[in-house]
T-cell receptor, first 113, second 112 residues
């Protein structure tokens, strides 16, 4: 257990529904990353927060995706109008400023039917 | 050309042998290099990182970096069945805000 938690751990939804995932980083870590991992691939970067500021977004993050970190602590990732291609493991990682190592949470596995 | 390339394997070695995992990267400005282990259905866990040319040892694991060749490797000595997992190579580039670029991973099986 790295200290990064994610909720829910599993989510099954129907195509077209909206889903929201939550990540709670290690408390003193002010940098937070979201990645997506599909079967047989390595994680791919989605977005990055430093404190509450979203500083970088991948072009993988279509306008159906939105992420927030309102108080610089936990973060949420919302997917609107889900598609079957959104089925993946969504990973959150945190790191303190000046640190070298990103610590991953357990992930949220999404299945879109 | 992908940012980070790994042989997807699978790599199969007997218990007690040395497993050698390889990774190449495309951006010469890359700064830090990470090896993560991922068990099936689980999230990646860090094994070690390296940022200077040469070798870095941690227990049974040795990471090797050659920036001139843009090559990183991980050696696992005295391999154990519990080492059976997918090993992900990740790179942090100098021009980005710390995000990691991952290879697709190499699946390792250690048979008793």
């Amino acid at each position: 257990d790295t200290g990064v938690s994610q909720d829910p751990r599993h989510k099954i939804t129907k195509r077209g529904q909206n889903v929201t995932f939550r990540c709670d980083p290690i408390s003193e870590h002010n940098r937070l990353y979201w990645y997506r991992q599909t079967l047989g691939q390595g994680p791919e970067f989605l977005t990055y927060f430093q404190n509450e500021a979203q500083l970088e977004k991948s072009r993988l993050l279509s306008d159906r995706f939105s992420a927030e970190r309102p108080k610089g602590s936990f973060s949420t990732l919302e997917i609107q109008r889900t598609e079957q291609g959104d089925s993946a493991m969504y990973l959150c990682a945190s790191i303190m400023t000046g640190g070298e190592t990103q610590y991953f949470g357990p992930g949220t596995r999404l299945l879109v039917l | 050309q992908k940012e980070v390339e790994q042989n997807s394997g699978p790599l199969s070695v007997p218990e007690g042998a040395i497993a050698s995992l390889n990774c190449t990267y495309s951006d010469r400005g890359s700064q830090s290099f990470f090896w993560y282990r991922q068990y099936s259905g689980k999230s990646p866990e860090l094994i070690m990182f390296i940022y200077s040319n040469g070798d870095k040892e941690d227990g049974r694991f040795t990471a090797q970096l050659n920036k001139a060749s843009q090559y990183v490797s991980l050696l696992i000595r005295d391999s154990q069945p519990s080492d059976s997992a997918t090993y992900l190579c990740a790179v942090k580039r100098g021009s980005t805000l710390g995000r990691l670029y991952f290879g697709r991973g190499t699946q390792l099986t250690v048979w008793p």
